[in-house]
């Protein structure tokens, strides 16, 4: 059974910085794409950034030169740095991944495996 869990969601002031994991269990994800998506109150799902089959990734332009990957000494891993939050990153976030793609989907509700989301607050 696949089984995606996020972590290291919190609160943080603007300007602060967190790092988001999902572990994927029952699943070796190096080959397909997993993404990383948000929901902000009241507001559809976004994509945040993905990481294709082949390693190329892809990050929204709203957090382009703020988030990254991360490195994970954990074996099928996907951290997302963030840095220089802003209070407009609050949001619920998801990681989804799937094996039918090597190319990531650009929705989330496409990707057959996805986790229960954490949630990231920035105040001002």
């Known amino acids: 059974q696949v089984r995606l869990v996020e972590s290291g969601g919190g609160s943080v002031q603007a300007g602060g910085s967190l790092r988001l994991s999902c572990t994927v269990s029952g699943y070796t994800v190096m080959r397909y794409c997993m993404g990383w998506f948000r929901q902000a109150a009241g507001k559809e799902v976004e994509e945040v950034a993905h990481?294709?089959?082949?390693?190329?990734?892809k990050f929204a332009d709203s957090v382009k030169g703020r988030f990254t990957f991360a490195e994970s000494s954990a074996k099928d891993t996907l951290d997302l740095q963030m840095n220089d939050l802003k209070d407009e990153d609050t949001a619920m976030y998801y990681c989804a991944t799937d094996h039918r793609f090597t190319w990531c989907p650009l929705e989330f509700r496409t990707y057959t495996f996805r986790g229960q989301g954490t949630q990231v607050t920035v105040s001002l």
């Open positions: 990481r294709n089959g082949d390693g190329t990734t």
